[in-house]
């Protein structure tokens, strides 16, 4: 996810705060802090902020059941 700062071109985002993951997925708010508290997804904590890195939401996003046909290795 690319973004801007000041003093800096375009760099990938390493982590993400929890409350942007829904925009980012399309999950609800819920169901991620329902994944947090069963193991499934990891987020990391700086004191009240709860921060998400992007590795770790696309292999919890890749870890849920699929549907009709399996996905390409490609894209996998």
């Not at 375009?10 to 193991?39: I, Q, Y």
């Not at 992007?54 to 699929?66: D, K």
């Amino acid at each position: 996810m690319p973004t801007n700062i000041e003093g800096l071109d375009t760099v990938d985002a390493v982590a993400v705060p929890l409350e942007r993951v829904p925009l980012l997925t399309g999950l609800s708010r819920t169901r991620l802090f329902g994944a947090v508290k069963e193991g499934r997804l990891t987020i990391r904590k700086d004191g009240k902020s709860s921060i998400v890195e992007l590795a770790e939401v696309r292999r919890y996003i890749r870890s849920l059941p699929t549907r009709g046909r399996e996905p390409d290795e490609a894209t996998a």
